[in-house]
């Protein structure tokens, strides 16, 4: 299994509504990581995880709240979201945060806040 | 500020003939440089990164640092070579840095 899996592919939620985005992958990396998008914009670095910890916060606000179970998973969860927080949220993995090689991305989660 | 850009937001060229996105970038120190593209409907996936000095599907990106560019070259345009092409920095070990991205049509 060489593919990042997210899940769910779209999500509405109100603004104080509660969910999760979540991630799975079976490659054995060590890496996992948060990006979003905006509509015609690349992709913005939010979290990253290395062996399971928390090693990069991009400032992200604390209604984000990424979650690492183990070394196969990556959860966002997600609380009192804006409207502007509405983008796609890609998930990535890599073998390892210092190795110089490819970042596999999962196909994203679109997410609309109303 | 280390960062990385691209100028063109679109690219039009037509099938058979040379395409060159362009990519600058502006980093202390050794860079790492990487093409990421996205196919219509498809996810982010790796094209190239300037390590591996390789060629992928005609593909080709050359580091200069004197001119502080990352240039992705084809001499012949393919209809399937239509995509989003994203110039990625790594930064430090852990952060990935995209531009804004150049939309390619290849146009019959």
């Known amino acids: 299994d060489t593919e990042v899996t997210q899940t769910p592919k779209h999500l509405v939620m109100g603004m104080t509504n509660k969910k999760s985005l979540k991630c799975e992958q079976h490659m054995g990396h060590r890496a996992m990581y948060w990006y979003k998008q905006k509509a015609k914009k690349p992709p913005e670095l939010m979290f990253v995880?290395?062996?399971?910890?928390?090693?990069i916060n991009e400032s992200v606000p604390s209604r984000f709240s990424p979650e690492c179970p183990n070394s196969s998973l990556l959860n966002l969860h997600l609380h009192a979201l804006q409207p502007e927080d509405s983008a796609l949220y890609l998930c990535a993995s890599s073998r390892e945060t210092g190795y110089t090689g490819e970042l596999f991305f999962g196909e994203g989660s679109r997410l609309t806040v109303l | 500020a280390q960062r990385v850009t691209q100028p063109e937001k679109l690219l039009s060229v037509f099938k058979g003939a040379p395409v060159e996105l362009k990519c600058n970038y502006s980093?202390?120190?050794?860079?790492?440089l990487f093409w990421y593209v996205q196919y219509s409907r498809q996810r982010l996936q790796l094209l190239l990164r300037h390590i591996s000095r390789e060629s992928i599907k005609g593909f080709t990106a050359d580091l200069n640092k004197g001119e502080t560019s990352f240039h992705l070259k084809k001499p012949f345009a393919q209809e399937e070579d239509s995509a989003m092409y994203y110039c990625a920095l790594k930064q430090g070990a852990q952060k990935l840095v995209f531009g804004q991205g150049t939309r390619l049509t290849i146009n019959p």
């Open positions: 980093y202390s120190g050794s860079p790492e």
């Open positions: 995880y290395s062996y399971e910890k928390l090693s």
